[in-house]
């Protein structure tokens, strides 16, 4: 079983001269209010809000490293903030300290096509940069759901709906410009699609949750727009069927961009929000990506795989407009969950498991869950083997506390059990310390700690998260 969620630990308040000095540097980019607190205090997680001390806007690397710089001589922490999508507790100001809000980092620096590269500001958002290099015909596919900051979804290690065929951001980023702990720069790599150049710094900051280092610049692989793209969705009679239909599509061969699951509660949540008419079944959303012939060719194995399973109602979109309707349902389900239970907030699970266990994890899931006295729709990227449940439960209601966390625990253990991972995707922040010890043991967390007393000794960077030192 997982600790109970940690509240926001007692802490000494900023220290007068560092605010007037960061005041000195950054003038009225620097703020105490108190509803810029709160907003930089609380993101999608169960957590209750855990507020810096104050706000800082950072416009360049430069202002970056002066302000780690000054909070490393006043030993004050200090928490890299991109939009305040993160779901494990990430951005929370556990000890207090500075947040640094990142988002006026938003500059794409440099596009080269030819080489398929990009190099952006942390703060640049994913549908920001695709907006951006539209006219080339390339595009970054790394999509979480969430208009996350490219920074942020480096820190997480982020993933998305496109993963089964173009990975994750662990794949896609070549180099990146980091602030250290002591407050000088450096760059990861260069831009070079490989190297055997030392450590894999590059590595070691992706999935790091601002705990080694501050992000500002990333430099990540970009793609041809795909000449054809189609889309479609079909409806199962049960999640067996529709995760039997996925586990066939990808030992098969077939080069899917995107293959999601909704269970029948789901779609019933998003019916009731989008307003939509979708049969209340469990359902799977494809994309496929390239040639009109190889897409046709594509959707067509699938429809027939998906016939094998007893799929009904399959559905094809080639249009923009129709991709984008079958689409909407998916990346606004996660709201359209939380709309069933209002008041409610969402301990969502994010378990991975290898592709053959995947049926045997979300069966045993869902039999699991229906015995809760708590509404768990499911949802995911089930074409990598990352499945989501959404725990719907009141904050403020102890005995739904302890029952989701008794779930997500279970859903955890079982996926360890079936040697997967307790986070696929949205990355280990406050939440999932103690899971990060089962599934390394305490000598992979050991060495994990000696790291992070390595780059940062004195602990000033998004303390708490990830390992406890």
């Not at 207090?96 to 794409?108: E, H, I, K, P, Y």
């Not at 958002?125 to 290099?133: C, F, S, Y």
């Not at 949540?269 to 469990?282: D, G, K």
């Amino acid at each position: 079983m997982n600790a109970p969620l940690p509240a926001s630990l007692p802490h000494p308040a900023l220290p007068p001269e560092l605010l007037a000095q960061l005041h000195a540097r950054l003038g009225k980019r620097v703020s105490v209010v108190q509803a810029v607190r709160e907003h930089h205090g609380r993101d999608e997680s169960p957590f209750a809000p855990m507020l810096p001390d104050a706000v800082v806007f950072a416009e360049t690397t430069e202002e970056v490293a002066a302000v780690v710089s000054l909070c490393a001589a006043h030993r004050v922490p200090l928490i890299p903030y991109g939009v305040g999508s993160s779901l494990e507790g990430h951005l929370l100001a556990a000890r207090g300290g500075v947040s640094l809000d990142l988002g006026r980092m938003n500059q794409v620096i440099a596009v080269h096509p030819e080489d398929l590269t990009v190099t952006v500001q942390a703060g640049v958002t994913r549908k920001q940069l695709n907006e951006a290099i539209r006219h080339t015909g390339l595009f970054f596919p790394i999509d979480p759901g969430a208009d996350a900051t490219l920074g942020g979804m480096c820190a997480t290690r982020a993933s998305g709906t496109n993963a089964v065929r173009y990975g994750t951001m662990r794949e896609n980023v070549l180099a990146l410009t980091v602030v250290t702990a002591e407050g000088k720069v450096l760059r990861t790599a260069r831009r070079a699609r490989k190297s055997s150049a030392g450590y894999d710094l590059t590595r070691l900051f992706v999935g790091s949750e601002g705990t080694l280092g501050v992000i500002t610049e990333a430099t990540l692989r970009i793609y041809p727009q795909p000449e054809a793209i189609s889309a479609a969705v079909c409806s199962f009679p049960s999640v067996a069927a529709a995760v039997a239909t996925t586990i066939r599509t990808i030992q098969m061969g077939v080069p899917i961009a995107r293959c999601e699951l909704l269970d029948a509660l789901t779609v019933r949540a998003v019916n009731a929000r989008e307003h939509l008419a979708l049969p209340e079944l469990p359902m799977l959303l494809f994309e496929f990506h390239g040639s009109e012939g190889s897409v046709r060719e594509q959707a067509q194995t699938v429809q027939a795989i998906a016939a094998e399973h007893g799929a009904q109602g399959f559905e094809w979109a080639a249009t923009p407009e129709e991709r984008s309707r079958l689409w909407a349902a998916r990346h606004n389900a996660y709201f359209a969950c939380l709309a069933l239970k209002p008041g409610c907030r969402s301990f969502t699970t994010d378990v991975c498991v290898p592709i053959s266990r995947l049926a045997e994890c979300i069966d045993e899931t869902i039999a699991d869950t229906a015995k809760s006295f708590l509404p768990a729709p499911i949802l995911g990227h089930v074409g990598d083997g990352n499945f989501h449940c959404a725990i719907l439960a009141d904050p403020e209601d102890p005995r739904e506390v302890e029952e989701a966390e008794r779930l997500n625990g279970r859903i955890v253990a079982r996926a360890l059990r079936m040697d997967g991972t307790c986070t696929g995707e949205h990355g280990v922040g406050l939440h999932k310390m103690d899971f990060l010890l089962e599934e390394h043991g305490p000598e992979a967390i050991d060495l994990m700690a000696r790291i992070k007393r390595a780059f940062d000794p004195n602990d000033i960077l998004n303390p708490g998260k990830i390992v406890r030192r």
